[in-house]
């Protein structure tokens, strides 16, 4: 029988609150000796650096996108919006891309290593998240859909004991769009319709399935002075992202 429903979890910023981990592991990365063939020079000297990185948080897409964040800071280049974010990514090169992508993963790795319960308390899962995620965890119609790297997730889901399977912890590349994912879902016959929430807004923007309901919540990595004015992005609170779980009933 084919569900009626499926959900679609982002991780960082719905699930859990990483953005000290990502901190912790942006500056650890232009830190480690692997740098050296990084063309850059990061004092980490900068003031008011953690406040700076939490507002330009909202522009993350990628995990090489936290150094070129990091990048922004120590320059003091001017960045408004998400436009502004992506020319300044847009403008490096693939090598240094692929480059920073290693370096940030290689020290989220060893910091894992060398600091277990120190790495964990720095990905805390969001409070009112916890508890349903334990309970509709084992149902086959939710799936987490993160560019987190899977096996990150799998830890901190042991650790908090969230109990899922693998196979609905899906790492959504860069060759195809959080949209195209559910999209290919639903046509796959795995549900009839799905809903998706992330706090990313470009993963929600332009969804013309109307199978398919987009939600940005508002405890996450957001900028709630300038929320999307798009009709069909639903803005949600912690009580209805409870209202939206229960749907798995």
């Known amino acids: 029988m084919i569900p009626k429903l499926i959900l679609f979890l982002d991780f960082d910023g719905v699930i859990c609150d990483s953005v000290s981990e990502c901190f912790d592991s942006s500056i650890a990365a232009f830190r480690m000796k692997e740098s050296n063939s990084v063309n850059i020079s990061f004092t980490g000297n900068t003031p008011g650096l953690h406040e700076r990185f939490l507002?330009?948080?909202?522009?993350?897409?990628?995990?090489?996108?936290?150094?070129?964040?990091?990048?922004?800071?120590?320059?003091?280049?001017?960045?408004?919006?998400?436009?502004?974010?992506?020319?300044?990514?847009?403008?490096?090169?693939?090598?240094?891309?692929?480059e920073y992508k290693k370096l940030f993963y290689d020290a989220r790795s060893s910091n894992l290593a060398r600091d277990s319960e120190r790495?964990?308390?720095?990905?805390?899962?969001?409070?009112?998240?916890?508890?349903?995620?334990?309970?509709?965890?084992?149902?086959?119609?939710?799936?987490?859909?993160?560019?987190?790297?899977?096996?990150?997730?799998?830890?901190?889901?042991g650790k908090n004991d969230v109990r899922m399977e693998h196979d609905r912890i899906l790492f959504a590349g860069e060759k195809e769009k959080k949209l195209e994912i559910v999209r290919r879902f639903l046509d796959k016959g795995i549900g009839e319709k799905a809903i998706f929430v992330d706090d990313q807004v470009d993963h929600l923007i332009a969804n013309s399935d109307s199978r398919i309901t987009v939600c940005l919540?508002?405890?996450?990595?957001?900028?709630?002075?300038?929320?999307?004015?798009?009709?069909?992005?639903?803005?949600?609170?912690?009580?209805?992202?409870m209202e939206i779980f229960r749907l798995l009933d």
Request: net charge negative.
């Open 55 to 98: 507002k330009l948080r909202p522009f993350i897409r990628n995990s090489e996108d936290y150094l070129f964040l990091l990048e922004i800071i120590e320059y003091n280049i001017e960045i408004k919006n998400q436009a502004d974010f992506d020319r300044f990514v847009a403008g490096k090169t693939t090598d240094t891309k692929k």
């Open 119 to 157: 790495w964990y308390g720095l990905n805390p899962i969001y409070q009112h998240i916890i508890e349903p995620l334990r309970v509709y965890a084992s149902n086959p119609s939710l799936y987490i859909l993160s560019t987190k790297r899977s096996d990150f997730i799998v830890h901190i889901f």
């Open 217 to 241: 919540p508002l405890w996450g990595y957001i900028d709630k002075n300038n929320l999307p004015s798009d009709d069909l992005i639903q803005i949600i609170d912690e009580d209805r992202m």
